[in-house]
């Protein structure tokens, strides 16, 4: 039995698969957060907390690393940990950096940080000779004015150190661009008060469809577990609106891909690692977009397991404690796994979802998730303002996206809008 230190986590569905992951692999684990509330605030409806099965719950300021490592190291001389480990983003650096100060096993601290800075990834790929789109990282307007004059329009617009699509837009012309740079010059602190870095990151626009490829890395080795395609919506953002496992690729295009991320993996240094690598599929050939040290968010770990049997999730304790994980493919009797998201198309009150019966009962659904009425909802511009979602499974071939797609149309929400006098339907 191991002892696992989770430091922070997401609230979504890996706040409860990396738990599950823990339990069922007869390990146990302490939480550590500087702000318990903000997972009190979200609890589930449908269960447990997943704090209930901590060993511990313990705070402290997980934003302030010099003031943390000190602290982590006299927690592990009384509750000596054999792995540390997270599931959010922001935290990835510190988990690292921990890691490294308890000889724990993970991958170097430098390693993650520029995995997790999109800026610094860019460079360190560039350098490797791994293909990528054409990039300027600038300070300011100005500087991006410029830089966007030598690359062309239209361009990508991104924050160097923010999730889940946030402020990422495509730009048109330099009144666009400025715009986007006004709008990350407004947000200085991210959604767990740590301040951002002051630049922006510019890229070319690749064109193509989107995939990732999920990976795991562990003692030098890395094991691509397969390939998820992805469908992209919100323009001028970039929001998932679905995705698929495995991708419905030609042979030889899944293993160029495979092979890019693999080499991106290496690239960065990565070690005792889950990945999670997107990519564009463009007329040139797949190009890194980026490169994420964690497993797959999005429920992308469950499309996985309900194919192959794999369990990224237990592979990210497995690597975080310095075992072998098990990758082994096993039949599940599921030729392909898809989901869909509902997306919110005005802002209001939320007052409802039409068509949910329905959904649920159609032959191949393996989940269906939906938002409780009485939510305040926004016209969507992150993969952050999801309503919910259907996952199908198809047992004879590649036909879940279809499905998934078919269904998620049947579900009609209805809103209240401030503007509007009654409620209209999306």
């Not at 901590?54 to 792995?83: I, K, M, S, W, Y």
């Not at 800075?117 to 990282?137: E, H, I, Q």
Request: charged share 25%.
């Amino acid at each position: 039995m191991g002892h696992l230190l989770v430091v922070e986590s997401w609230v979504g569905s890996m706040s409860r698969l990396l738990p599950r992951a823990i339990r069922e692999g007869g390990h146990e684990f302490s939480f550590l957060t500087r702000d318990l509330h903000h997972y009190l605030r979200s609890a589930p409806a449908d269960g447990p907390h997943p704090l209930l099965a901590a060993r511990n719950v313990v705070t402290a300021d997980t934003n302030d690393t010099d003031t943390l490592l000190p602290l982590v190291e006299r927690l592990h001389e009384v509750l000596a940990f054999d792995g540390v480990v997270s599931s959010c983003d922001y935290y990835l650096p510190a988990v690292a950096r921990i890691a490294e100060r308890l000889g724990l096993p993970g991958p170097t601290a430098t390693a993650v940080e520029d995995a997790c800075r999109k800026d610094r990834t860019r460079r360190v790929l560039a350098a490797a000779g791994v293909p990528g789109p054409r990039f300027a990282v600038c300070a300011g307007t100005a500087r991006a004015a410029a830089a966007a004059r030598e690359i062309g329009y239209p361009l990508v617009v991104k924050p160097v150190d923010l999730c889940a699509g946030m402020l990422v837009r495509r730009v048109d012309d330099e009144r666009e661009l400025d715009r986007a740079c006004r709008e990350l010059e407004g947000f200085p602190v991210n959604a767990r008060g740590q301040r951002r870095a002051p630049v922006l990151l510019l890229e070319e626009l690749l064109t193509g469809p989107e995939i990732s490829v999920e990976t795991v890395t562990h003692e030098g080795a890395t094991h691509v577990v397969g390939i998820t395609d992805k469908s992209i919506g919100g323009s001028p953002a970039f929001i998932e609106t679905g995705h698929m496992f495995p991708a419905d690729l030609a042979p030889a295009l899944a293993a160029e891909a495979a092979d890019s991320a693999v080499r991106a993996v290496e690239a960065l240094g990565l070690d005792h690692v889950v990945c999670h690598t997107e990519l564009k599929l463009t007329p040139a050939g797949p190009r890194l977009i980026e490169v994420n040290p964690r497993p797959a968010g999005n429920r992308i770990t469950e499309l996985v397991r309900h194919v192959t049997g794999v369990d990224l999730a237990a592979a990210c304790v497995d690597v975080a404690l310095g075992r072998t994980p098990d990758l082994a493919v096993r039949p599940t009797g599921v030729r392909s796994a898809a989901i869909a998201f509902l997306l919110p198309e005005a802002a209001g009150t939320l007052t409802g979802i039409d068509g949910a019966d329905q959904v649920r009962g159609q032959p191949g659904v393996l989940e269906l998730t939906l938002a409780e009425p009485g939510r305040t909802v926004r016209a969507a511009t992150s993969n952050n303002e999801y309503l919910g979602h259907v996952m199908t499974a198809d047992t004879q071939g590649p036909g879940a996206r279809r499905a998934a797609e078919r269904l998620l149309a049947a579900l009609r929400p209805s809103y209240e809008c401030p503007d509007l006098p009654a409620a209209v339907h999306a």
